[in-house]
């Protein structure tokens, strides 16, 4: 399996250490309450539906993470999100649970002009880091055919969801080799 970071995303909010092979002059960390707007900017300009009042009750959880800019490696003034993941308690049969044993990548986006460099994959190793430390023994996600090499290099096991095109991911978060 793919070894991934030993540093996780601290309970508390804090940030998360980027492996070596996420993209320079980006930060993965929780999203807080004042991150909310530009969460569901992101989630929305990716064509992704996400109810308000549910997203802030993820974020109030700890449940959603978002990929922002540095802006002293970036040239820029201020911190601008381009990425945000939101994860939800599924269990198997897709019904949501209310406790955690069990997360769901919900949503995950990633703005158009920061695509393809690695910030989707940086925000999907730390919702695994997150799963994790919250003691969840399985993460899955939900997604079209074409992005089935994407979950499948960062360890998923792939399956097709019955009567359906779509295909369902499932990572065991305590087998993988979370070395450096």
Request: glycine share 8%; hydrophobic share 40%; no cysteine.
């Amino acid at each position: 399996m793919r070894s991934l970071s030993s540093e996780r995303l601290v309970a508390d909010g804090g940030s998360w250490s980027p492996p070596s092979d996420q993209p320079a002059g980006i930060a993965i960390r929780r999203a807080d309450a004042d991150d909310v707007v530009d969460v569901i900017r992101v989630l929305e300009g990716a064509l992704l539906e996400i109810d308000a009042a549910v997203l802030r009750s993820r974020v109030g959880d700890g449940r959603v993470l978002l990929a922002e800019t540095d802006p002293a490696t970036e040239g820029e003034r201020t911190r601008t999100v381009v990425g945000a993941l939101s994860l939800e308690s599924r269990d198997d049969d897709g019904s949501h649970v209310a406790a955690d044993d069990r997360l769901h990548i919900d949503a995950v986006a990633v703005t158009r002009h920061r695509r393809e460099v690695g910030i989707g994959s940086a925000l999907v190793r730390a919702a695994i880091d997150a799963a994790a430390a919250r003691e969840v023994d399985h993460l899955t996600a939900a997604f079209e055919g074409d992005l089935r090499e994407f979950y499948a290099d960062l360890g998923f096991r792939i399956e097709p969801i019955e009567g359906t095109d779509r295909l369902r991911g499932i990572v065991d978060v305590g087998a993988l080799d979370r070395r450096s």
